[in-house]
């Protein structure tokens, strides 16, 4: 048996416990935890230091250290987040259907926890204790894998909390850290079969596609997010302006935000040059196909690799097509499934567009920036699934469940 | 683009129009293929039958040859088989649940299709028409890959039914049969992200492994089942002998039946002589720890292997435990996670069973061949999940499904 072996053996044995503990029991202990955090302030941060001290050392670019590096204020907002989770309801034990078969069996269709959840993540260290917190309050064990850099922050977190789990009578291995940050290990985790339910990655298109290509473990994958918002030939070109300036520029390194905009040609000439002046307000780069060139003469040249990119940035590409059904083409051929949206006063456009466009989810007349766990009212996230096997966008506790069917009989046999 | 990635193409191209296409059309497909199958079944039978003459040649065994022939009458109820999906509810364009956000946000969350579903399976060729008319009325455009001993029938029942999509004003494409046979085009089939959103393997363990170490799309595992029937201390005994008399031997080759089974060492002298020679009547051989074989001098000795064994054959394994907990611990440590039993007229030692015991179906009893689809009111199944990820158990057409969130604003920005 391998090291990380034995870690998930002790994740699956802890699973086991967790699986049938109480409501009252899962926040009790996530009180605990979010305690536990405040009270190890001065141990996480100072741990943190060591990881800020390597990063600069190493060079790393200044989004990315503010990502790693943790305060008081940063560390009472995660234990505000863990306390957040214990309020939210719990998703384990719902009977979803019932029935009585004529034979006279039973057939309870309950909700369940997954058992137990692999989240690898990069070098973001309040991801441990969200996810953590998350998978706790579903009732499944989860094993952490997050970047090198942040690995004395997330041991100095995941400690704080696992003292807390005992102290609430949970098992300590409900929360497991690989402690291991090697490549080898990250494969080795996504390969855990017989221990590891699901695998959710939490990262960049890198992390997703190896862990797409590499993992024999179910996987949800999440996050590339290549948006699109169409304006349709009846938009409100003022609401139009003011949804892809929002969707582009209040936020550009999220998945959720906008990369492409279509534009029909009935109204491009009156819409490009009222959504481009927005959005130059922001410094936003357009790449536009040869007649959003036309039109606004100042932008640059798309090549085919725009219509695919997931910039991140202040960029965009920008297309003019001659219908609705050339706009959903395009979004079909390019779109990354996550949120994509129409701008129309025409309820039939965009009843079509709903219907036709196969992503996680589809606006009309709103800012794809709302796919997301609190703005869809569930409280809080683990990720947003971009796949279609087992759950879609936000991912909230009831996506952390399973079901099995409890079959009560009185003797039947077939 | 390899030619299989052309196929995956034609199969998305066409998913997306079945993907809105109505309950009528799609029942009228259905009705119009099964018409087909019947009308061509001397085309088919030629066929099979080219099928059958290289599969005796290769000296296939009875029980496979069985399983690959088909007949006037056989060929009936594949027909009739894909006319009862057409009656079964539609399960796509359900409205799951519906919020309105405090910003006015509407957000509804929607059934659809899950898009291409693959679906490997092995030398039997009913389930190209049960898979593709299960996948038709989920709104799924299918890729059918099965095994080379029944290429030819396969195509001959696929091609009626491509023929009927047609007359019905569908594409062909909803249903796609991959021609190329060998191993290498499986593989691909598993690894042909961007063209198939989830693939079913319907098979042995063998295949199921395979599937698993080498798939890069998504999977819905299915199929093992190493199922177990525990009998408490507070069983009725002559119910027990009834419930694994049936679990073991009413249908040995299937996933559903019984493997193993346990027994509480306070009922151990009375139960299993009862059991025992019950099973005897159709020549089980048992495979018992050492106090089975002190109480059933007959029976052969256990290895550490049998616990793990999924026989499909009359053969089971045989384990005396000290407590409910012991089984548990004893299952949780073998079972498959496919349907595990417990007989007792304890309600509360039945309770904790069901509670504790992380499989698809779990019995207080009953027989565990009641995991079925047409068993469990779900009209018919396209396999069995051992996964925990999206769907457990049997897969009927709601399992066929994923969904999408329909956002309705008037000009939200975040």
Same mark, same amino acid.
């Given at each position: 048996?391998?090291?990380?072996?034995?870690?998930?053996?002790?994740?699956?044995?802890?699973?086991?416990?967790?699986?049938? @503990?109480?409501?009252?029991?899962?926040?009790?202990?996530?009180?605990?935890?979010? @305690?536990?955090?405040?009270?190890?302030?001065?141990?996480?941060?100072?741990?943190?230091?060591?990881?800020?001290?390597?990063?600069?050392?190493?060079?790393? @670019?200044?989004?990315?250290?503010?990502?790693?590096?943790?305060?008081?204020?940063?560390?009472?907002?995660?234990?505000?987040?863990?306390?957040?989770?214990?309020?939210? /309801?719990?998703?384990?034990?719902?009977?979803?259907?019932?029935?009585?078969?004529?034979?006279?069996?039973?057939?309870?269709?309950?909700?369940?926890?997954?058992?137990?959840?692999?989240?690898?993540?990069?070098?973001?260290?309040?991801?441990?204790?969200?996810?953590?917190?998350?998978?706790?309050?579903?009732?499944?064990?989860?094993?952490?894998?997050?970047?090198?850099?942040?690995?004395?922050?997330?041991?100095?977190?995941?400690?704080?909390?696992?003292?807390?789990?005992?102290?609430?009578?949970?098992?300590?291995?409900?929360?497991?850290?690989?402690?291991?940050?090697?490549?080898?290990? @990250?494969?080795?985790?996504?390969?855990?079969?017989?221990?590891?339910?699901?695998?959710?990655?939490?990262?960049?298109?890198?992390?997703?596609?190896?862990?797409?290509?590499?993992?024999?473990?179910?996987?949800?994958?999440?996050?590339?997010?290549?948006?699109?918002?169409?304006?349709?030939?009846?938009?409100?070109? /003022?609401?139009?302006?003011?949804?892809?300036?929002?969707?582009?520029?209040?936020?550009?390194?999220?998945?959720?935000?906008?990369?492409?905009?279509?534009?029909?040609?009935?109204?491009?000439?009156?819409?490009?040059?009222?959504?481009?002046?927005?959005?130059?307000?922001?410094?936003?780069?357009?790449?536009?196909?040869?007649?959003?060139?036309?039109?606004?003469?100042?932008?640059?040249?798309?090549?085919?690799?725009?219509?695919?990119?997931?910039?991140?940035?202040?960029?965009?590409?920008?297309?003019?097509?001659?219908?609705?059904?050339?706009?959903?083409?395009?979004?079909?051929?390019?779109?990354?499934?996550?949120?994509?949206?129409?701008?129309?006063?025409?309820?039939?456009?965009?009843?079509?567009?709903?219907?036709?466009?196969?992503?996680?989810?589809?606006?009309?007349?709103?800012?794809?920036?709302?796919?997301?766990?609190?703005?869809?009212?569930?409280?809080?996230?683990?990720?947003?699934?971009?796949?279609?096997?087992?759950?879609?966008? /936000?991912?909230?506790?009831?996506?952390?469940?399973?079901?099995?069917?409890?079959?009560?009989?009185?003797?039947?046999?077939?």
């Amino acid at each position: 048996m391998t090291k990380l072996e034995a870690l998930g053996a002790r994740a699956k044995a802890a699973a086991r416990v967790l699986m049938t @503990a109480t409501t009252e029991t899962k926040n009790a202990a996530l009180e605990a935890a979010a @305690a536990a955090i405040e009270a190890q302030t001065a141990e996480i941060l100072a741990a943190n230091e060591k990881d800020l001290a390597a990063a600069r050392e190493t060079g790393m @670019a200044s989004a990315m250290l503010d990502r790693l590096a943790l305060s008081e204020e940063r560390l009472k907002g995660i234990a505000d987040g863990v306390r957040e989770v214990a309020q939210l /309801p719990d998703p384990v034990g719902a009977v979803l259907s019932e029935t009585v078969r004529p034979n006279g069996l039973k057939i309870q269709k309950v909700s369940v926890p997954l058992g137990v959840i692999a989240v690898i993540f990069e070098a973001r260290p309040n991801v441990s204790a969200d996810a953590a917190a998350l998978c706790l309050k579903s009732g499944n064990a989860v094993l952490l894998r997050g970047g090198k850099e942040a690995i004395h922050s997330n041991t100095a977190i995941v400690s704080a909390m696992r003292s807390a789990l005992e102290t609430a009578g949970l098992p300590a291995d409900c929360i497991c850290l690989v402690e291991d940050t090697s490549r080898e290990s @990250a494969r080795e985790l996504m390969r855990l079969n017989g221990y590891v339910d699901v695998l959710i990655p939490r990262g960049g298109a890198g992390l997703i596609r190896s862990v797409v290509e590499n993992a024999t473990v179910p996987v949800i994958e999440t996050g590339v997010g290549n948006c699109h918002v169409y304006v349709d030939k009846d938009a409100d070109i /003022p609401m139009a302006a003011e949804i892809v300036y929002n969707a582009k520029t209040s936020r550009v390194s999220v998945c959720n935000a906008a990369e492409s905009l279509l534009v029909h040609s009935a109204v491009a000439e009156k819409a490009l040059p009222a959504i481009y002046a927005r959005l130059a307000e922001k410094q936003v780069t357009l790449y536009g196909d040869e007649r959003a060139c036309a039109i606004l003469p100042g932008i640059e040249k798309a090549t085919e690799d725009d219509w695919g990119r997931e910039y991140l940035d202040y960029k965009m590409s920008v297309k003019v097509v001659d219908s609705l059904d050339e706009a959903i083409a395009h979004i079909a051929r390019y779109s990354s499934g996550h949120s994509d949206c129409i701008v129309t006063e025409n309820a039939s456009a965009a009843g079509l567009f709903l219907n036709a466009v196969d992503s996680a989810a589809v606006y009309w007349n709103a800012s794809t920036r709302f796919t997301d766990g609190g703005c869809f009212g569930f409280g809080a996230e683990i990720g947003i699934s971009t796949q279609k096997l087992h759950a879609r966008g /936000p991912l909230g506790l009831p996506q952390l469940t399973s079901f099995k069917y409890k079959v009560y009989g009185d003797g039947q046999v077939r």
